[in-house]
């Protein structure tokens, strides 16, 4: 593999995996620096949680404009820089205002999820952008599954250790970029800034009319909005509907990461191969749908990980579909799709946890009228049906891409 290649797997997996690195300590973290209680803590890592949403939504975009217009290589090292250095910052921190301050600039910076994936486009050949963001997918489960184990063993050794940890990370990321990454947007298809493009509002609105990326970008929304669903609730359906201990619900979860990463880092390519980018993307739905479905009304623990590896075949679904608008743009506008795809991602995270949250407290309270703790799974079923029927509309007279 490439070096520039690992070098953007590399930045992708240190954005998630410093984001799970420091989930473990933020409780304990809080009520260090607020003499709070664990409630007032929980109050106050919503409130961080939102500020990293909001600062990813609004500035994924810009950054992605700003690779298109002065290179790919100048955005992710000077963001890996402020990384660290925000890292740094947060370990220090001994009040809240602090802590707020390191989110609203970690936001920012996690931004640049738009930029390297740009670059992956540009490193992919022709035609096989889709395989590239498969691996980018693969190595955000990655992440997801080594930040929160790291992070749990060095909260070990103090609130801080974990910080320290990601900074050193970013660091040593950046370093190895400056050595190996190339400037990959050329004289050819560089582009002059425009603020209309460069926040997600009007980023959005272009985006949309042209020729089939509209129907693209609503379709990526309805899937991160519905699989939202897994972060957001899986720990207390799993534990009201099956009774299983935290043990087990952390072994389904690592088992459902382990599954999604071999299927958009290695079976992907298979798959594009035999059915193509709107193919491997209808099947993803499918499968999706099918897993939604399943795990609404599953009363079986056994039979649900049995079915964990069907429904991480539904991952396929995101690198597809964004193949299939990256192939449509061409490489001048790849980061510009990219930014808006980052800050569609920042709304279904900020907005699904509380929806999907309400849906389940409501089905799941012991005074509920209609007890049904898979409800939130239905709500993503729907999505996914919608985004299905949207995705085959117009398009099943067109050939795949």
Known sequence: MPLPVVFVLITVMIDTVGVGLIMPVMPDLIEEVTGGSLADAALWGGVLTAAFAVMQFLFAPLLGSLSDRFGRRPVLLVSLAVM???????????????????????????????????????????????????????????????????????????????????????????????????????????????????????????????????????????????????????????????????????LSLALFGVSMVLVQGVLIRSILARFGNRGTAFLGLVFSAIGFGALSVVTSGTVVLILTPLAALGAIFSPAVQGMMSTKLGPERQGELQGILGSITAVAMAIAPLLMGGIFAYFAATDTSYYFPGAPFVLSLGLTLFALAMFLMPASRRQKS
């Open 84 to 250: 660290a250095l925000d890292y740094v910052l947060m370990a220090f921190a001994g009040a809240i205002w602090l802590l707020l301050v390191g989110r609203i600039i970690g936001g920012i910076t996690a931004a640049t999820h738009a930029a390297a994936s740009a670059t992956m486009a540009d490193l992919s050949e022709p035609g096989k952008e889709a395989e590239g963001f498969g691996l980018v997918s693969a190595a955000v489960g990655v992440g997801f599954i080594a930040g929160p184990l790291i992070g749990g063993a060095l909260g070990e050794f103090g609130t801080r250790a974990p910080f320290w940890a990601a900074a050193v990370l970013a660091t040593a990321n950046g370093i190895f970029g400056w050595f190996v990454l190339r400037e990959t947007v050329t004289d050819d298809i560089r582009r002059k800034f425009d603020w209309r493009r460069a926040n997600p509002f009007g980023s959005f609105y272009t985006l949309s009319k042209l020729p089939g990326i509209g129907k693209g970008l609503i379709g990526f929304f309805c899937y991160q909005f519905s699989f939202t669903v897994y972060p957001a609730v899986w720990a207390y359906f799993a534990k009201a509907r099956f009774d299983w201990d935290a043990g087990m619900i952390g």
